[in-house]
């Protein structure tokens, strides 16, 4: 139990549809990301939000909408995918005050037919 | 540009040995580092940090040691267990006051029993 709660757990979908993926944090935190994980490659961030506002977006094809409503919720809108973004998408939490470590979910395992 | 990375990428070590993962960093302004573990369909689980203003930590039955002169990172278990065997991650601190953090590939730790 890490305090960080990702849902579903796998997801199948076809390019045409719109899903959203969904993380909730009990630890209090006030920073909250998205990563996406594919094989053999390093964790991706994609978007930061600190204090419900959105610091980052690192260069996200607009097909990947987030939504951060507070502090404890986060979510990642999805719309018209490819296949190469079936991949592992890892949601985190950290205080986002500083040098502090974050705190992954388990993910959500992502397949685009 | 700036990257983390690791020097193994798998590590096979025989229970009950010690085993050392390797990482090494070429941002000289990172000064907080961290190391993950990964087991298979979970998130990256943290196991220890340390900052730039120490050579050394020690966690319970892990030690990172921090090399800045040679920008060197490495994660010590002592006593490897079965269920150590993971993936094993390090990052940085990207810099930023928010804490975003650079990782690195990753490296695949192999228990025999």
């Known amino acids: 139990e890490t305090g960080v709660t990702q849902t579903p757990r796998h997801l199948v979908m076809g390019m045409t549809n719109k899903k959203s993926l969904k993380c909730e944090q009990h630890l209090g935190h006030n920073a909250m990301y998205w990563y996406k994980q594919s094989a053999k490659k390093p964790l991706e961030l994609m978007f930061v939000?600190?204090?419900?506002?959105?610091?980052e977006n690192n260069s996200v094809p607009s097909r990947f909408s987030p939504e951060c409503p507070n502090s404890s919720h986060l979510f990642l809108h999805l719309h018209t995918l490819q296949p190469e973004d079936s991949a592992l998408y890892l949601c985190a939490s950290s205080p986002g005050d500083g040098n502090q470590p974050q705190h992954f979910g388990d993910g959500t395992r992502l397949s685009i037919l | 540009g700036e990257s983390v990375g690791l020097h193994l990428p798998t590590l096979s070590v025989q229970e009950g040995d010690n085993s050392i993962i390797n990482c090494a960093y070429s941002n000289s302004a990172s000064d907080y580092f961290i190391w993950y573990k990964q087991e298979s369909g979970k998130g990256p689980q943290f196991i220890i940090d340390i900052r730039s203003n120490m050579d050394k930590r020690q966690g319970q039955r892990v030690t990172v040691l921090l090399n800045k002169t040679v920008k060197h990172l490495s994660l010590q278990i002592a006593a490897t267990q079965p269920g150590d065997s993971a993936v094993y991650f390090c990052a940085e601190n990207s810099g930023g006051s928010q804490g975003n953090l650079i990782f690195g590939k990753g490296t695949k730790l192999s228990v025999k029993p």
């Open positions: 939000y600190n204090f419900k506002e959105q610091t």
